[in-house]
């Protein structure tokens, strides 16, 4: 009865949400490039014939940017172990659809999820006929997950991320929630502690795998590697110079960071990476206000004042690079808004972590770091600056670096324990 209920109140909700993000949506797309790019796809319309779709493949759902990063290399690992398998790879945004096709994977159809409408839901299915349905992170849709049962699709989680919030939410409305996350065949979770949670939401628990995180796996992932083009444009700042990245900024941190690196070392040159590089006529803004010449990396030019300068990153797909160039990094979305940014990268690379209070969305990683003291916490510019000055002392620098490379490595093989669980799901379909 409350799976009904949940149903009705579920589909009644839906379009109204629709409605409401619908014109936010659009100004995305148009500021992302994403008209053009098969959004048909998104509202399960496509244009060419069934059959040269890749029938009974492997479907794998990663809404955002960092979702599809992970499932590229859950892919990529997939492929190499189990050559001969077909895959499709969902996306959910313009620039997550930019990201897969930049993959540049061979037989790789890039497509675009479709909404969790009924009449979407079914378009999509009758059309790839997937052979599993493998969900990053947390996309669990009810209408999906409905049909793909009465089709006999197995679904599965990967990578399992449960945050604080989502966790009260869960075990709040895990009765209502039940008849629906019970439908999936598999979780791979990140964390033992999380495994309760699942088993509240009605997943048997032989069918909860503990893998750890594809996203922190140092076995999948490429160290960020230095660059001499990279290294020029920052020596053109002057040489010497300490580099202090600020990671995946989000609005209003870019002149916070800038200026708490200014008043920790005046010599220090303030790399800001924002999260969306079509910010870039904002940041730039902020920045002028706060006494700062800026140079951006789309339009690089010598800089006439260096002393003053802050460098921004307004291009994609380089925030490694930069990483591996710098003397310290700090992670956006942590200070003025909420869940933060992936801190991985800059474990890999040996880069000493400053963080902000916000990092609920990496979460038990950040506390496992904070308690190991393999990071540094900030809350306000005051002490974004005094922790700049303690990450750019050479010994208590290489302290965080071990104590980080020491947690991240339990993570370590966590893609291949996913393919272990994973790939029996689609042979025993």
């Known amino acids: 009865?409350?799976?009904?209920?949940?149903?009705?109140?579920?589909?009644?909700?839906?379009?109204?949400?629709?409605?409401?993000a619908f014109p936010g949506w659009v100004v995305k797309m148009l500021r992302r490039g994403g008209f053009g790019t098969a959004l048909n796809e998104r509202i399960g319309l496509y244009f060419d014939p069934p059959d040269f779709e890749p029938s009974h493949a492997i479907h794998l759902?990663?809404?955002?940017?960092?979702?599809?990063?992970?499932?590229?290399?859950?892919?990529?690992?997939?492929?190499?172990?189990?050559?001969?398998?077909?895959?499709?790879?969902?996306?959910?945004?313009?620039t997550g659809h930019q990201t897969a096709t930049g993959a540049n994977?061979?037989?790789?159809?890039?497509?675009?999820?479709?909404?969790?409408?009924?009449?979407?839901?079914?378009?999509?299915?009758?059309?790839?006929?997937?052979?599993q349905i493998v969900l990053i992170e947390g996309e669990t849709w009810p209408n999906l997950l409905r049909f793909a049962e009465k089709k006999h699709i197995p679904v599965?989680?990967?990578?399992?991320?449960?945050?604080?919030?989502?966790?009260?939410?869960?075990?709040?409305?895990?009765?209502?929630?039940?008849?629906?996350?019970?439908?999936l065949s598999c979780v791979c979770i990140q964390e033992k502690e999380h495994r309760s949670i699942w088993e509240n939401l009605g997943i048997h628990s032989d069918n909860i795998h503990l893998t750890g995180s594809i996203k922190f796996?140092?076995?999948?992932?490429?160290?960020?590697?230095?660059?001499?083009?990279?290294?020029?444009?920052?020596?053109?700042?002057?040489?010497?110079?300490?580099?202090?990245?600020?990671?995946?900024?989000?609005?209003?941190?870019?002149?916070?960071?800038?200026?708490?690196?200014?008043?920790?070392?005046?010599?220090?040159?303030?790399?800001?990476?924002?999260?969306?590089?079509?910010?870039?006529?904002?940041?730039?803004?902020?920045?002028?206000?706060?006494?700062?010449?800026?140079?951006?990396?789309?339009?690089?030019?010598?800089?006439?004042?260096?002393?003053?300068?802050?460098?921004?990153?307004?291009t994609t797909g380089e925030l490694a690079t930069w990483t591996a160039h710098a003397d310290a990094v700090i992670i956006g979305k942590s200070f003025l808004s909420t869940g933060g940014q992936n801190p991985a990268e800059a474990i890999l690379a040996n880069k000493p972590l400053i963080l902000g209070p916000h990092m609920e969305n990496f979460q038990p990683l950040v506390r496992h770091l904070h308690a190991a003291e393999a990071a540094l916490i900030a809350r306000n510019s005051e002490e974004i600056s005094a922790a700049i000055r303690r990450a750019l002392n050479p010994s208590f620098s290489q302290k965080l670096t071990q104590n980080a490379s020491a947690i991240l490595s339990s993570h370590h093989g966590a893609t291949q324990r996913h393919l272990k669980v994973l790939h029996l799901q689609t042979k025993t379909a």
């Open 105 to 131: 994977i061979p037989d790789l159809r890039v497509t675009y999820a479709p909404l969790d409408f009924t009449w979407m839901i079914k378009s999509y299915l009758n059309r790839f006929e997937p052979s």
């Open 217 to 314: 796996d140092p076995q999948s992932s490429t160290i960020p590697e230095q660059r001499p083009d990279f290294r020029e444009m920052l020596e053109r700042f002057g040489k010497g110079r300490p580099i202090i990245l600020a990671a995946s900024t989000f609005s209003g941190e870019e002149a916070l960071i800038a200026s708490a690196i200014r008043d920790a070392d005046p010599n220090a040159l303030p790399v800001i990476v924002p999260r969306h590089a079509e910010r870039r006529h904002e940041v730039s803004q902020a920045l002028d206000r706060a006494g700062f010449h800026v140079t951006l990396r789309s339009s690089f030019e010598t800089p006439l004042q260096p002393e003053n300068a802050v460098f921004v990153i307004d």
């Open 61 to 94: 759902h990663a809404i955002s940017v960092g979702e599809t990063i992970i499932a590229i290399k859950l892919l990529r690992e997939w492929q190499n172990i189990y050559p001969d398998t077909r895959f499709v790879l969902a996306t959910g945004t313009a």
């Open 156 to 183: 599965s989680l990967a990578n399992a991320r449960i945050s604080p919030r989502s966790a009260r939410r869960f075990n709040f409305f895990a009765s209502y929630l039940r008849p629906f996350f019970s439908k």
């Open 1 to 20: 009865m409350k799976a009904l209920f949940t149903l009705l109140i579920y589909r009644a909700i839906l379009p109204l949400l629709f409605l409401i």
